[in-house]
């Protein structure tokens, strides 16, 4: 779950014009105490502003990743800053505007009102990296780019980016090998939002040989979007829907997806207009083939 707290930005006479900016689940103010008793610190810290977040392991990340971008970050993996107050302050505010603004949109998105909501500071990001997966367009493909990439889409706050890890880490594309780790993106892409990970995790399982695992991811996926009818529930069951029949795996749970069929018979006619129109610059050959399995995919949702 997602864990409430403070960003703080922390100075110190001692530190030379740099700032520090972490985390706490505490009040900033004690997080202040609790540095400055340690040994080693001649002077105490001093709390010059703060935010309250829903979320401050993801704020915190994508605070560090936008001042490391800029250049402001003085070593790895610390919390401290080469940067003008009033500056970071500013940075502070903006990325709690932003997800203020990511959280309105998200509760009055509609897939079918055709909106625009890229209100996110990673699209640019996991386009290039999309790119550099499928070496799409003039890029050639580039798993270790790739990876990357998505690496810092995810430190930005995406949950989509936790799906690519977690497929290049649990097939070793662009990174060591490390199922261990590729499940522990999934779990962290279902605390963001994409519950499709539960989907992506009862097919590792399975190619693991670990079928009691998988049919708990599915249990999971379910429980969660039971009595739901959002946008990100609908995408989860069109993702396992796709994943059962591409794998011609047994279509389970089919009470649940019911509810689900006339929103998903429109998705599947909605991709048929978009590739009728030719809309992703594929071959006619492609074209047809799309098309035929999306309306496959409509019969056998019209059969449940």
């Excluded at 998988?214 to 946008?231: N, S």
């Excluded at 689900?260 to 006619?284: A, H, M, Q």
């Amino acid at each position: 779950m997602p864990q409430p707290g403070y960003i703080y930005i922390l100075i110190n006479p001692t530190l030379n014009g740099l700032v520090k900016i972490g985390k706490t689940s505490k009040t900033s103010e004690e997080r202040a105490k609790e540095l400055s008793s340690a040994t080693g610190v001649p002077t105490q810290f001093m709390v010059a502003y703060d935010e309250f977040f829903e979320d401050i392991d993801l704020a915190e990340n994508h605070v560090h990743e936008v001042l490391k971008n800029m250049g402001h970050h003085v070593f790895p993996n610390k919390e401290f800053f080469d940067i003008a107050l009033k500056d970071a302050i500013g940075i502070l505010n903006e990325t709690k505007k932003y997800y203020n603004t990511l959280m309105s949109k998200m509760e009055s998105k509609n897939i079918f009102e055709g909106e625009d909501y890229d209100v996110s500071p990673f699209e640019s990001i996991l386009e290039e990296a999309y790119r550099y997966k499928l070496g799409s367009d003039e890029y050639f493909q580039d798993d270790f780019k790739a990876f990357d990439l998505f690496l810092k889409a995810y430190n930005l706050g995406s949950g989509e980016a936790c799906v690519w890890i977690a497929e290049s880490k649990f097939y070793g594309e662009g990174c060591s090998k490390n199922e261990r780790e590729a499940f522990e993106y999934l779990r962290e892409g279902v605390k963001r939002g994409e519950i499709k990970c539960y989907v992506i995790m009862e097919k590792y399982y399975t190619e693991l040989g670990q079928i009691e695992n998988a049919g708990k991811c599915l249990k999971l996926l379910f429980d969660t979007i039971k009595g739901k009818d959002d946008v990100d529930s609908l995408m989860a069951i069109r993702y396992y829907f796709d994943e059962q029949i591409e794998s011609k795996k047994e279509i389970k749970f089919i009470e649940e997806i019911i509810s689900y069929i006339p929103k998903l018979v429109s998705l599947y006619e909605y991709s048929i207009e978009n590739y009728s129109n030719n809309l992703y610059g594929i071959s006619d050959t492609e074209k047809s083939q799309l098309i035929k399995k999306c309306k496959d995919k409509i019969t056998i949702l019209n059969n449940l």
